[in-house]
């Protein structure tokens, strides 16, 4: 079930509704040119055990971010760890996949900037993908991030973690891990289109006087410059995944003009 809210910010489950299944992947398509973005999207992925097809960053750039589970991604044949928690970005043209030795699912976070105008059947299976061409340079720096590598930079009284940006090439879109302590933080807007997967922590979401209820799995579009806060209402912090394009920082936000 999607909620949409006052300025077309929306809130739907991880995995509301039925998914999509190509092979070995089944996926939810949370946010889009469909849903009122502009450019960014959000598909949650579930890969099950085994070698996956092929997919392409195909006119966009694509980043990932492992919600649950551990294996191996393949960039361009190229393979690297990885585990719960660790961000991968995926230039735009190259090809990647994943091999999931199971036997539970791992569970991603697919965001595309811009998102591409073909539908899914129109991505690219390309061949070889397990079996980098003889010669191939892996792609320079790694495309993963572990979240637990990265400096925690401060806000006021929050905190967040930037794993793609642009020290890995990642110009188009930042994403970033953020914690929100309990209450509500004032109103703001930020100048970029936002999606939000809550990790930890139940609470409101405010889209200008409207309202929504959030909890682990949450799955949230910001349109650019909608008035918005987050309010957490447990005891302890809220934490979240956060993806925005135009690519840029967590820290800066804008109170709400008169």
Known sequence: MVTTLHGGTQVSGLSDGSPWQRGSVRGWDRVGRSSGAVAISLRILEFAAGRSPGLQARACDEVLYALAGAGRVFVDGHGVD?????????AEGRSWAIDNPGPAPLLLASS?????????????????????????????PGPVAALCDQ??????????????DERLGCRRVTQF????????????????????????????LWSGDSQ???????CIFL?????????????GPMT???????????????????
Do not use: K
Request: proline letters at 15%; a negative charge.
């Open 82 to 90: 990885l585990g719960q928690d660790c961000g991968v970005f995926v």
């Open 240 to 258: 979240l995944l956060g993806v925005f394009h135009p690519a840029g920082s967590p820290a800066v936000r804008y109170e709400p003009g008169p």
């Open 223 to 235: 349109p650019a410059r909608q008035v918005h806060c987050l309010q957490n209402e447990g005891p």
């Open 212 to 218: 929504a209820p959030i909890g682990p799995g949450s």
């Open 177 to 204: 891990v953020g914690a929100i302590p309990p209450g509500r933080a004032p109103d703001h807007l930020h100048p970029y289109e936002e999606v939000i997967v809550i990790r930890q922590g139940h609470g409101v």
């Open 151 to 164: 400096p925690r930079r401060s806000t006021g009284d929050r905190w967040y973690c930037e794993l793609l």
């Open 112 to 140: 595309r900037c811009p998102e591409p105008a073909e539908d899914r059947a129109a991505e690219a299976l390309p061949a070889g993908m397990f079996a980098p061409l003889a010669g191939a340079r892996a792609p320079q």
